[in-house]
C-alpha cells in the first residue's frame, strides 16, 4: 500500500509547496504551458499604457466624437457670417429710346443683437461637443482598463485550474491504482474521476472566459492579432479616494458638465429667439437710367416687416421651456451621479474588505488545514479524499479571492468612467 501511497502524498506537497504555496501563485505547470502552444512564441503580453495607448490611437468612436467638435467648429464660423448683399437689375420697355434700366443693390442689416445670440450658441455647442469628448475618452478608458483587468483575472484562473487539474489526475490515477489492488473500494475511484471531471470543466470554462475578455480587448484596441496574454498586477488592491475628493471631482464630471452646459445653450438659443422679435432692415441703393429722359437718377429706399401676425411667441415658448428641461435634467443628472458614484465607492469598500478577511483569516485557514490534511495523509491519518476536500477549500478560498480583486478593479473603472479622469489613487500591493 505504501507504494501507492507515496506518489500522492509527493504530488500533493508538490502543489502546497508551489503552486499554492503562502503568498506565490506559483510556475504553471506543463499543462498550462501546452495549452498556450497555439500563441505565437514571440508574442508579448499587453500592458494596460499599450492598450490605453492603442485604443486612444485607433478607436473610431472617439474619432468620431473629434469630428463632431470640428463639425461644431464649422458651425461656429458659420454662426458669425454677416448676410449676403443682393444686386437687383430691372428693364422697363423693351424699345431702346424709351427704355429705363434700374440697378439696385440691398444689404440686410440684423438689429437686436441676432448675431451675437447666434455667435454664443454656436460656442456653447462646441462646449458641449468638447464635454463629450471627454466623456467618451473617460468611457473607452474605463471599457479598456476593465477588460485589461478582467482579462488577467481570467489568466489567474486558467492558471490556477489548470495547477488543480494536475493534481486531480494524479489522485484519480492514484485512486485507481488502489482499487486494481484491491485497496480501497471503487467508490473512492469513482470520486476521485468526479472531482477530477468538476476541475476539468472549472479549467474549460475558464479558458472560455479567457477568450472571451481577450476578444473584447482586442475589439477596444482594434487589434484582433497579436495580443493573446497580458501582463498587469491584478493583486495590487486599489485604495479607495476620501470620499471629499469625490465630491469635489463629480462638479468636473463629464456627464454634468454637458448638462450644464446644455443649460447654457439652450438659454443662448432662447435669447436668439427673442431677437428675432425684432425685424431686420434692408437698405437698398442703386440707380435708374432713363433712355428717353435722357438722365440717370440715384434709387434708395429701406425695407422693415411688420411684425403684425408672426410674433416669434411660439418659438420663445418652446425655447425657454427648453431651458427649464436642459436645468431640470441636469439636477436629476447630478442627483443620478452622486449615487452611482456612492455605490461604486461602497462596492469598492466591500470588494477590499473581503479581500483583507481572505488575506489574513481564510487564505491562511484554508493553507493550514490542507498542509494538515496533506501531512496526515503521509503519515496515513488521512484519507486522499480529506486531502482532496481541504484542495478543494483551498482553491475556492483563491476563487473567490480573484473574485473580490475583480470586483475591486471594475468598480475603480465604474468611478473612472463617472469622474471622467482615472481616481487618483495608490495601490497596495495584496498577495494571498
Not at 486612444?56 to 458659420?78: F, H, I
Not at 445670440?117 to 473617460?138: C, N, P, S, V
Not at 486599489?238 to 446644455?262: D, F, G, H, K, Y
Amino acid at each position: 500500500m505504501c507504494r501507492f501511497i507515496v506518489p500522492i502524498a509527493l504530488s500533493i506537497t508538490a502543489f502546497a509547496s508551489g503552486a499554492l504555496a503562502q503568498g506565490s501563485w506559483g510556475a504553471p505547470p506543463p499543462v498550462a504551458e501546452q495549452a498556450r502552444t497555439t500563441a505565437s512564441a514571440s508574442a508579448v503580453p499587453l500592458t494596460l499604457s499599450a492598450a490605453l495607448q492603442l485604443a486612444l490611437d485607433n478607436n473610431p468612436e472617439l474619432s468620431s466624437a473629434r469630428r463632431e467638435v470640428e463639425a461644431t467648429e464649422g458651425a461656429r464660423v458659420q454662426a458669425g457670417a454677416f448676410p449676403n448683399p443682393t444686386m437687383d437689375v430691372e428693364v422697363e420697355d423693351l424699345r431702346r429710346q424709351t427704355r429705363t434700366t434700374t440697378v439696385l443693390f440691398s444689404q440686410p442689416l440684423e438689429i437686436g443683437g441676432k448675431r451675437g445670440a447666434r455667435i454664443e450658441a454656436a460656442e456653447r455647442a462646441i462646449d458641449i461637443a468638447r464635454a463629450q469628448l471627454d466623456a467618451k475618452h473617460a468611457d473607452l478608458r474605463a471599457n479598456v482598463t476593465a477588460a485589461f483587468f478582467a482579462t488577467a483575472i481570467s489568466q489567474e484562473r486558467v492558471r490556477l485550474a489548470e495547477a488543480s487539474l494536475e493534481l486531480a489526475r494524479t489522485g484519480s490515477s492514484a485512486a485507481g491504482k488502489r482499487v486494481t489492488a484491491g485497496k480501497v473500494s471503487p467508490v473512492e475511484e469513482t470520486r476521485a474521476k468526479v472531482a477530477e471531471a468538476n476541475v476539468r470543466l472549472e479549467l474549460v470554462q475558464a479558458r472560455g472566459e479567457l477568450q472571451t475578455n481577450l476578444q473584447l480587448l482586442r475589439a477596444l484596441t482594434t487589434r484582433q492579432v497579436g495580443i493573446d496574454a497580458v501582463n498587469g498586477d491584478v493583486l495590487a488592491l486599489p485604495n479607495p479616494s476620501p470620499q471629499e475628493l469625490l465630491e469635489a471631482r463629480i462638479v468636473n464630471a463629464p456627464s454634468l458638465r454637458q448638462a450644464r452646459l446644455e443649460v447654457r445653450r439652450f438659454g443662448a438659443l432662447s435669447e436668439l429667439e427673442r431677437a428675432k422679435r425684432v425685424p431686420d432692415i434692408t437698405v437698398t441703393a442703386g440707380g435708374m437710367r432713363d433712355q428717353e429722359a435722357g438722365r440717370n437718377q440715384a434709387v434708395i429706399g429701406i425695407s422693415v416687416p411688420l411684425p403684425i401676425f408672426d410674433t416669434n411667441r411660439g418659438n420663445i415658448t418652446e425655447a425657454l421651456r427648453r431651458q427649464d428641461k436642459a436645468e431640470d435634467d441636469a439636477l436629476a443628472l447630478e442627483l443620478r451621479l452622486r449615487a452611482d458614484v456612492g455605490a461604486a465607492r461602497q462596492r469598492l469598500l466591500t470588494a477590499s474588505a473581503e479581500v483583507d478577511t481572505l488575506q489574513k483569516e481564510i487564505l491562511p485557514g484554508a493553507q493550514s488545514a490542507f498542509d494538515a490534511a496533506t501531512k496526515g495523509f503521509e503519515l496515513g491519518k488521512f484519507s486522499y479524499l480529506d486531502a482532496l476536500d481541504a484542495q478543494r477549500t483551498l482553491l475556492q478560498a483563491r476563487s473567490q479571492y480573484l473574485r473580490s480583486l475583480a470586483e475591486a478593479h471594475k468598480s475603480v473603472t465604474d468611478l473612472d468612467r463617472l469622474l471622467g479622469a482615472p481616481v487618483a489613487q495608490g495601490a497596495t500591493a495584496s498577495t494571498p
